[in-house]
């Protein structure tokens, strides 16, 4: 589970890390070649507003791990000793939106594969873009159920 | 009886400390359940759709700017012209305190950012000068709340697209308000430092060949400021390519003119930035699908009906609705509360013939100054951490300069023209 | 008693057109003459998302029927580029006529049934011309101009075929940027350009490449399931109110012209010189996907048109 825990790591900050320099590089050939060369390049706003998605998602699921997702901590402070109880309940439902997150992504990706329909500019088949869903799910939920572990080991 | 229960999910949710965004689509996703008879799979559709959207790309950026500056030295630059510029006032040194957030908040989306930074350089100097700790973290601290409010801004972006308004026009209704708060900033803190002979230690003449050099040493990050400005306004650029384009010029300086970012730092920067644009733009995902569940179920709509019994004229539904957003201010992330509140909001201020782009930039203000009200505001705590004080001291110490901010936001809430004038100068009248 | 029939339906834009009006024309008559029957419920101006997303919601059943436009329609069904093809059905005298063609009719509206879809009626959205900052009387004023597109294949190449390099902008960014001068035009219906863009753009070039259509879509599943008597009465709305919404539309265009006027636009048409030339340049996009759209079925409907 640790191997596994900083695989996962990698893949998260490697894949925000490549996507971010990939979209910095092509938004700046887009403007380069629109105001230098005047030809406008139509592919980089589609291809960087996918990779945007994907490192979206990456990035909300390391925000598990990190402990950094944007709550609301008024109660958590307030009563620390409820603390266990919280972190229980806040997993718990993380766990149950990742199933929902795969179950309705995956029947979107199932109605895209069937529809064959392609991005405008790209052609990337739509069902892949839409596949970012169950993976989303796919990932935080791997990392709620380590948080879930780790909240057990810890114990109250 | 719908909106009850569905408000009660959400504020539960919320209170529980489930994050902002599961929050919204949960509620959202329970909403369809509950009270329609629809197939639920298309939650999946505009959860991802919601980020399928160009503009959006420039907040990544924008952090990241935030990022290379106060990484590199761009910011410590452009604050250290800013104290030559006002530090022969009374006070002066405390004015730069305002000064400074408002040119580094005009870089950086985020008022975070802007406090750690303006108060990691400002909170030594004023010490040393001997301004009343309780008088220094009250102002530095609010101070940080212009980086929301000058414009570029990630929720300034997050509320036009919310509310389906030009970014560029709300961009440019920022300007007087910004300059209204600046100035009623400086006010504030000129009267107290003359009526209570604060900073007089740091009083010093005028000094033309310092400000000279200062500014010559700003003279790089500054011209970031008025390229992003300037390529935004002319049209060159759309917002998320003049994010990239500021990006670009401050890694070339930051990197081969003052060599203070090396490679290992850039992969920190990126990934980091990418992190807290993750967890922050997840929320408009999650929003989609509440939003979504609202639209379909014509909720404002029925609000709209009920309210407008209640809320005889356009004065009262601004009073509540200030009331409103400094209360969700205080206890919600202003991200998540554009988007609880702005497809309710925006339908019923039309009904009352407010200009959509005012009423963003109220929404952005007042969410704003929920950063700031105690016993939640987030930058009380980080005032807090960096200060070394506790968090009593620091919630009395903001409250004269949250009065400034209160009347400000009732000046700008009531005279729609300091909001609408710029835009409508720069672009024409809708 | 019957359970009543749920009819959720959607279109993208808001009903200040004839072809977005429609659907408040239907829920209407639904409301007051189908009561006990259908339950219907029109949504509209983005409530349920983009063309894309409300086709999409036909597919999976959330909605039971949507307007898919004339500019996404080929990328479900590259049949369906005979009206985005630049002076290929570009007149409501063609489309009104393939309407009546039921051979015709059916082969285009069914075409979407292995996608779970079917067309069930089309509503127009308008002639379209060219909307610009500055006047253009020549193929040649047009080549040095900077002219807006929308993100997609037809479009593009239509653009590219008339020597123009297209900034592609979301309808959004228009306005403002033919303000900045960003762009100096974009193609557009007379009656949007009287609509939206009259206040900056003082010229409209009546180049008649296209008429906008939204296509009425419903789920294949839902409509073959449909009990009979609803089925009548449902359609029987539909059509007779997407009847109504194409007359209106042609109204709307005949008046266009002179409101434009009005608003102090320059209405400009070509000379019929320059319109051959218009047309002799689109022929490179004819031949880039003559064999996508399928050259017998281009080949039977540019035949059937042919003196239209
Ligand atoms: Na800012
Ligand atoms: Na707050």
Redesign the pocket.
Same mark, same amino acid.
């Not at chain 2, 201010?329 to 992330?333: A, C, K, L, Q």
């Given at each position: 589970m640790e191997k596994f825990s900083a695989f996962l790591d990698r893949i998260e900050r490697w894949g925000i890390f490549s996507c971010f320099t990939f979209i910095l590089t092509a938004l700046t050939l887009g403007i380069l070649t629109r105001y230098i060369f005047k030809r406008p390049l139509s592919w980089p706003d589609e291809l960087t507003t996918y990779l945007f998605i994907f490192m979206t998602f990456l990035g909300a699921s390391a925000s598990v791990k990190d402990n950094s997702e944007l709550k609301v901590n008024a109660l958590y402070e307030r009563f620390p000793e409820w603390g266990f109880g919280l972190d229980l309940l806040l997993h718990c439902v993380r766990l149950a939106v990742c199933i929902i997150f795969i179950v309705t992504g995956w029947n979107f990706v199932l109605v895209e594969y069937d529809m064959q329909t392609y991005s405008p500019i790209i052609r990337i088949p739509v069902y892949l873009i839409f596949s970012m869903l169950p993976f989303l799910g796919l990932i935080m939920g791997i990392r709620t159920i380590e948080c879930l572990m780790k909240l057990f080991r810890k114990g109250r | 009886m719908e909106i009850l229960v569905i408000l009660l999910i959400l504020l539960g949710l919320l209170f529980l400390r489930m994050p902002i965004y599961i929050s919204l689509f949960l509620t959202g996703f329970l909403g369809l359940l509950i009270f329609t008879d629809l197939e639920l799979s298309f939650v999946a559709q505009t959860f991802v759709k919601k980020l399928e959207n160009f503009s959006l790309l420039a907040i990544p950026f924008f952090i990241l700017l935030g990022g290379i500056m106060v990484h590199g030295e761009s910011a410590d630059r452009l604050i250290r012209f800013a104290m030559k510029l006002v530090s022969w006032l009374p006070g002066g040194l405390a004015i730069t305190s305002v000064i400074s957030s408002a040119v580094f908040g005009a870089l950086s989306g985020s008022s975070i950012s802007t406090v750690v930074t303006i108060g990691g350089v400002m909170f030594p100097h004023l010490d040393r000068c001997q301004y009343p700790k309780k008088f220094s973290i009250g102002l530095v601290t609010s101070s940080a709340i212009l980086g929301i409010i000058v414009p570029p801004s990630i929720i300034m972006i997050i509320c036009a697209l919310t509310a389906g308004q030009s970014v560029v026009r709300l961009f440019a209704a920022g300007y007087l308000p910004s300059l209204l708060i600046v100035i009623a900033l400086c006010l504030y803190t000129y009267v107290v430092s003359v009526q209570k002979g604060l900073g007089k230690s740091a009083m010093e003449r005028f000094d033309p060949k310092g400000l000279f050099k200062t500014g010559w040493h700003a003279f790089l990050p500054g011209l970031i400021v008025v390229v992003l400005f300037a390529g935004i306004y002319s049209g060159a650029f759309t917002i998320t390519e003049a994010s990239v384009v500021s990006c670009v010029m401050a890694l070339i300086i930051e990197v081969c003119i003052y060599r203070t970012i090396k490679i290992k730092d850039f992969y920190r920067l990126i990934v980091s930035s990418g992190l807290i644009s993750g967890a922050l733009v997840i929320t408009v995902s999650g929003a989609g699908v509440l939003s979504e569940y609202i639209t379909i179920q014509g909720i404002p709509e029925r609000i709209l009906d009920f309210s407008i019994q209640y809320i005889p004229n356009m004065v009262v539904f601004m009073i509540f609705t200030n009331l409103l957003l400094l209360l969700v *201010? $205080?206890?919600?992330?202003p991200i998540g509360a554009i988007m609880i509140l702005v497809p309710i909001l925006m339908p019923i201020s039309a009904q009352f013939g407010i200009d959509p782009i005012h009423m963003c930039l109220v929404i952005t203000v007042a969410l704003g100054i *929920?950063?700031i $009200?105690p016993p939640? *505001?987030?930058l009380l705590y980080t005032a807090s951490a960096i200060t070394q004080k506790d968090f009593v001291f620091v919630a009395r110490a903001i409250i004269p300069t949250l009065m400034v901010y209160i009347v400000a936001l009732f000046v700008i809430t009531f005279i729609p023209w300091l909001s609408t004038a710029v835009p409508n100068l720069l672009f024409g009248q809708v | 008693q019957a359970k009543s029939v749920s009819f959720k339906f959607a279109h993208f834009i808001p009903p200040n057109e004839p072809g977005a009006q429609v659907g408040v024309w239907i829920e209407k008559d639904l409301k007051e003459n189908a009561k006990g029957v259908v339950k219907c419920k029109y949504f509209h101006s983005k409530q349920m998302g983009s063309t894309i997303e409300i086709v999409k919601k036909v597919r999976m059943g959330t909605l039971q029927a949507g307007f898919l436009t004339g500019n996404y329609a080929p990328d479900l069904d590259s049949k369906f580029g005979i009206g985005t093809l630049a002076y290929c059905m570009n007149s409501y005298e063609k489309w009104n006529s393939l309407l009546k063609n039921d051979a015709l009719r059916e082969e285009l509206f069914s075409s979407l049934v292995p996608k779970g879809l079917r067309v069930v009626d089309v509503a127009y959205f308008g002639i379209y011309g060219l909307v610009s900052t500055k006047p253009i009387h020549t193929l040649a004023d047009l080549k040095s101009m900077k002219m807006r597109t929308t993100q997609a294949r037809y479009p593009v190449a239509f653009w590219k075929a008339l020597g123009v390099n297209p900034v592609p902008l979301s309808w959004g960014d228009v306005f403002p940027a033919l303000k900045q001068g960003v762009v100096d035009g974009t193609d557009q219906t007379l009656n949007v350009a009287r609509l939206r863009l009259a206040d900056v753009c003082k010229n409209f070039t009546e180049t008649n490449h296209m008429v906008g259509l939204f296509f009425l879509v419903v789920n294949e599943k839902w409509y073959q399931k449909l009990d009979p008597k609803a089925r009548d009465i449902i359609f029987g709305s539909i059509h007779r109110n997407f009847e109504k919404a194409r007359a209106a539309s042609m109204k709307l265009t005949q008046e266009a012209p002179a409101a434009l006027k009005a608003k102090g636009v320059d209405v400009i048409q070509l000379s019929p010189e320059e319109m051959d030339k218009f047309k002799q340049a689109e022929m490179t996009v004819w031949k880039e996907f003559e064999s996508e759209i399928g050259k017998a079925w281009l080949d039977k409907v540019v035949s059937f048109t042919s003196g239209m």
């Open positions: - | *201010g $205080t206890f919600i992330d *929920g950063y $009200t939640l *505001g987030i | -």
